[in-house]
């Protein structure tokens, strides 16, 4: 069975960095491309990063240079790297797997980050 | 990359069909086969309802259905049930990016 279990949310302040972790089981992360999504308060889904099969990885205009995702293999977890967080950040961060061509099979149940003094 | 656009909220009585609409442009919805839609209940795991525009994952009833036209995708919900009652959000492959995503919609079973 598929599970994708993410933690390290919290409170941080404005221009502090937070990591991101999630734990995948059932898969290996590296056989499919993972991606970060979130979601602010009363808002929509909106997409962060991707890291593809080969290790490529690619991010939203909002959050380029400031965040980057990875994985580590041997643990098979996924990573997001926040730095320079901005209260506009503040959102849950779902981890997900990449399905069939452009769609996302499954999903964790996310983590809340909040940005604020 | 603006989000597609979806109705805010889309309301049907129990045995009634509802469609969601789903407006891009020629970069994303209108230029690849690409759209999924999801369900998502709040506080859980958004869950794939339908990929590559038409197809639908092992398991997922076959009242939902999906199409598109031009630069407009579509979630057809037929036969409504409460359990259906959730926000919906489509997606599309794009020019510029993996993903973008729909503004949401809110489905209400009267």
């Known amino acids: 069975e598929v599970q994708l279990v993410e933690s390290g949310g919290g409170l941080i302040q404005p221009g502090g960095s937070l990591r991101l972790s999630c734990v995948a089981s059932?898969?290996?992360?590296?056989?499919?491309?993972m991606t970060w999504v979130r979601q602010a308060p009363g808002k929509g889904l909106e997409w962060v990063s991707v890291?593809?099969?080969?290790?490529?990885?690619q991010d939203a205009d909002s959050v380029k240079g400031r965040f980057t995702i990875s994985r580590d293999n041997s643990k098979n977890t996924l990573y997001l790297q926040m730095n320079s967080l901005r209260a506009e950040d503040t959102a849950v961060y779902y981890c997900?797997?990449?399905?069939?061509?452009?769609?996302?099979?499954?999903w964790g149940q996310g983590t809340l980050v909040t940005v604020s003094s | 990359q603006s989000a597609l656009t979806q109705p805010a909220s889309v309301s049907g009585s129990p045995g009634q069909s509802i469609t969601i609409s789903c407006t891009g442009t020629?970069?994303?919805?209108?230029?690849?086969?690409?759209v999924s839609w999801y369900q998502h209940y709040p506080g859980k795991a958004p869950k794939l309802m339908i990929y590559?525009?038409?197809n639908r994952p092992s398991g997922v009833s076959n009242r939902f259905s999906g199409s598109k036209s031009g630069n407009t995708a579509s979630l057809t919900i037929s036969g409504l049930q409460a359990e259906d009652e959730a926000d919906y959000y489509c997606?599309?492959?794009?020019?510029?990016?993996?993903?973008?995503f729909g503004t949401g919609t809110k489905v209400t079973v009267l």
């Open positions: 997900a797997r990449g399905g069939s061509a452009w769609s996302v099979d499954y």
């Open positions: 059932g898969f290996t992360v590296s056989s499919n491309y």
């Open positions: 890291i593809y099969r080969g290790g490529n990885t």
């Open positions: 997606s599309s492959y794009t020019s510029g990016s993996p993903f973008v």
């Open positions: 020629s970069s994303d919805v209108g230029g690849y086969n690409y």
């Open positions: 590559d525009v038409t």
